[in-house]
């Protein structure tokens, strides 16, 4: 995520910070610091950091449960309004998505049963105020603010915890995309009601409320996306009409062909088969630096990805993006076949919504 800084690994995954949320450390201990001195700023900035601390054992949760069933956790992001644990696909289980889901909110309620076990009953579990002014207010208000955790996270508001226990339970019944769709627009009432109450009561409130509807609605449209792709083979959906290089080739005479085509990446054929792609990106950025006379075999992608023209287009797609790919070329029986790229299915797609008269984006 940009603007966000890596502070280390937790479990082998990766854990980042996101600069706004020193912004709102500031922030806090100045106002604190302006109205009640010193030492209830730093009381207040600890707080705020035991209170984020919850909140990244709440993700480390998420992302040891989605380990275990195979969907390995790229990164733990905190942000001032929580975190965030970016998987590379989660699962479409319904049962380990409701797994994977529930486990954040339990882990803030044994948090919140350990701090009350530790300091026994008579400790006062209490609403966080602007700044705990003793050691047994600040465990009694992060107990509180642990339970309220749990609860906010358990509202049914996807893509928050209980709004994926929701779509998780609706795709037991439904498909997964109609299952997915029914959640998100519940979840965005839900935001959209954040926002309006937020407004008048507490923007903090508000601005979660904005976040959790634009976050609905990109994962509605990706679950969407993705079960289109699942749909087609590579095979149909790549070019076969396309311009190849040989890598003895200049790069002048790549950019002849890019710049009087519309084909924007070109698979680079040695005697004993592709050897690279050149990219646009690669053909724009080596004209400077390497001059019109460089041989295509010097700037084209050596790491280029091959997929089978079985494959599903869901899988490229994933190739594609994971490995920040802009074509990957089709191979069959060890020759070459086509060339994918995101501009193809896009294009691709166009084509087949248009001949159905149907929205893609439905
Ligand atoms: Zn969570």
Known sequence: MKWSIS??????????????????????????????????????????????????????????????FGKEPKSITLLPIGGMVEV??????????????????????????ILYLLTGPDVKVGLPTLYPDSGAAFIGQLIGINIMLAAFNLLPAFPMDGGRV?????????NYVRATKLAAGFGQTIAAFFVFFGLFNNWWLAII?????????????????????????????????????????????????FHHGCQQDFP??????????LTRDRILASIHTKGLDARVDEVMDKNFAVVEANMGLDQVYR????????????????????????????????????????????
């Not at 600069?19 to 009381?43: C, D, P, W, Y």
């Not at 929701?166 to 439904?174: E, I, P, Q, S, V």
């Open 7 to 68: 502070v280390g690994r937790l479990f082998g995954i990766q854990l980042r910070i996101h600069l706004t949320f020193f912004l709102l450390l500031a922030f806090i201990f100045a106002s604190v610091f302006a109205q009640h001195g010193l030492n209830a700023a730093i009381m207040s900035a600890l707080f705020i950091c035991a209170i984020f601390a919850c909140v990244i054992i709440h993700e480390v949760g998420h992302s040891l449960i989605a380990r275990r």
């Open 88 to 113: 590379e696909e989660m699962p479409r289980k319904p049962a380990q998505e409701i797994a994977i889901a529930l486990v954040g909110p339990f882990i803030n309620l044994v948090i919140a049963g």
């Open 166 to 174: 929701l779509r998780g339970l609706l795709a037991m019944k439904l």
């Open 209 to 257: 409320g904005i976040f959790l509807y634009l976050g609905a609605g990109a994962e509605s449209r990706q679950v969407v996306l993705q079960s289109l792709l699942a749909e087609v083979g590579a095979g149909e959906a790549m070019t076969t009409e396309y311009i190849s290089l040989r890598p003895g080739d200049s790069l002048a005479a790549a950019i002849e062909h």
């Open 268 to 277: 680079v054929i040695g005697d004993s088969g592709v050897v690279g792609i």
């Open 319 to 362: 190739i594609l993006r994971s490995g920040n790919k802009t074509a990957v070329v089709v191979m069959d029986g060890g020759r070459l076949k086509g060339i994918i790229s995101m501009d193809g299915i896009s294009r691709y797609f166009m084509v087949k919504a248009a001949l159905k008269g149907t929205d893609v984006a439905g």
